[in-house]
Structures are given as C-alpha cells and as structure tokens.
C-alpha cells in the first residue's frame, strides 16, 4: 500500500480573499449584451450605423468603464 501524497500546504495569502461586493459588478457587461431586446430594432441609427453596431461598441465601452470602476474600488492600497 503506496503511502498519500502530501497536500501542498494552503496559506491564506496564497487564496484570493477578495469578496468585495464591488465584483458584482462585473455581471454587467456579461449579462446586458444577452438580452435580445436591444437588438430587435434597426433604428435609432447613430451616424447611418444601425442600433445593432453602435450597441456593440457600447458594450466595449460599458465592460471597460466597469472593469476600471471594479479595479479602482478593489485594489489595495498600501501593498506596493
């Protein structure tokens, strides 16, 4: 009978411990670019482009606006 393998040892520092309510966020841009009634119309159009391409770059443009906000909101401070 072959012996177990030792587990590495978990330290706290080495796990995640960042449960700040402001990574619910980040559902945002994953969840608003599914829902298909945004995408049901051909107008407005924005500069003869229809809703559907100027929605797509608004979605860049959401899911890097909340990215930043989340980073900002979460990173520690005095860890440098």
Known sequence: MAAPEPEAPTTARSRAKDHSPW???LFIPI???LIPAFFNA???R???FPRFYWLQLAWIILGVATTTLVYQMTKKRGDR
């Open 23 to 25: 990574n619910w966020l």
């Open 31 to 33: 969840v608003v670019p």
């Open 42 to 44: 051909d107008s407005p």
């Open 46 to 48: 924005l500069f003869g």
